[in-house]
């Protein structure tokens, strides 16, 4: 149980540094390319959908962790240090926004319909 306990402190730390990049996001000193490095790993933290749900233990928070630590290591690096910095010390003092999350949802829900219906339009042409 010592490591399900560990990965999910480490999952919820991860979330918390993903609203600090959504933050970021909307910081007009961040450049469009970390912008776009920012939207797809808040849009994996905010969909409905994982890899391995967390119910499953150890596992499900497994992907959750690697996923997002490399998606914000690799985002973090190419923010501007003070930015970076604000955004941090904001995502703890403010809660996340409601609306944040259901447009994130929407978001994802939409990408996964576009992979559904290119992959039933694929497979009903017969390849």
Request: some cysteine; overall charge positive.
């Amino acid at each position: 149980m010592r490591v399900a306990s560990f990965l999910k402190k480490r999952v919820e730390q991860l979330k918390r540094n993903t609203y600090a990049l959504y933050l970021a996001y909307k910081d007009p000193r961040v450049p469009l390319y970390a912008k776009i490095f920012i939207v797809a790993v808040v849009g994996y933290v905010v969909s409905p959908l994982d890899l391995i749900p967390e119910f499953i233990p150890v596992i499900g928070y497994f992907d959750d962790l690697v996923i997002l630590s490399a998606g914000i290591y690799f985002t973090v690096k190419i923010i501007p240090d003070d930015v970076w910095n604000d955004c941090k010390k904001r995502a703890v003092s403010e809660p996340v926004d409601g609306k944040l999350k259901i447009a994130g949802s929407v978001f994802v829900v939409l990408v996964w319909v576009f992979i559904i219906v290119f992959l039933i339009r694929k497979f009903n042409r017969g390849g």
